[in-house]
């Protein structure tokens, strides 16, 4: 065949259709439409378009085939030494289930001449020492008055927070003076700075 008449042929679409008569009839399972494809290869089921393949897939016509499976080992339980409770761990050197197991036993690994900056029991004889678990305390009695003075109303401020008014520092005061065992919520309040100097100098 001349050049030209293959580029005539080629312009006017003949020969397109070759592969028509090669195609199936097939019955969607998704729509039940009747169609014609052709088939490359072994499926489960023929299609008649990909959003009835979408649907499909959902119905549980077309189901996955997994050739290589995974093998996936699964962690090992831990046992949580401060609560004894079973955990999945994260890292292999995660020792505590929870923030909270971790910070008691730091605070039992840190108390006396465990700590490094312990000196002789020195710091036992200051004025300000309210406890080992005074910081916990604190934060609890915080938490109970909804971070507001009891005295005046005003929402407090952290040390962090603050910054022109000082006097909205947050404070805990004990209501009876401290003497070492009474440290207990019905003995502590929630001040701010400026209304516990003032108790402070009634006394």
């Not at 001349?2 to 399972?29: D, F, M």
């Not at 052709?38 to 009835?52: D, E, H, I, L, N």
């Not at 949580?80 to 079973?86: F, H, R, T």
């Not at 938490?143 to 109303?153: E, P």
Request: charged content about 30%; hydrophobic content about 25%; glycine content about 6%.
């Amino acid at each position: 065949m001349p050049k030209s008449e293959g580029y005539k042929n080629l312009i006017l679409g003949r020969g397109w259709n070759k592969g028509r008569n090669n195609k199936q009839k097939y019955i969607c399972p998704t729509c039940k439409k009747e169609f014609f494809k052709k088939v490359y290869k072994q499926c489960q089921a023929v299609y008649c378009s990909r959003m009835c393949a979408y649907k499909g897939r959902g119905l549980g016509f077309t189901k996955r085939i997994v050739k290589k499976p995974y093998t996936c080992k699964r962690k090992q339980l831990k046992i949580c030494p401060i609560c004894q409770g079973e955990f999945v761990y994260n890292t292999k050197k995660q020792k505590y289930c929870s923030r909270k197991c971790f910070e008691i036993a730091l605070k039992q690994n840190m108390l006396g001449n465990k700590n490094p900056a312990y000196k002789n029991g020195s710091s036992y004889n200051k004025r300000s020492w309210r406890g080992n678990d005074w910081e916990t305390l604190r934060l609890k009695i915080y938490k109970r008055d909804k971070y507001i003075c009891q005295d005046c109303g005003i929402k407090c401020l952290s040390k962090r927070d603050y910054k022109q008014d000082s006097n909205r520092i947050i404070q805990c005061h004990h209501i009876e003076k401290y003497n070492g065992k009474n440290n207990k919520g019905v003995n502590l309040i929630t001040l701010c700075l400026k209304c516990h100097l003032k108790r402070h100098n009634k006394k």
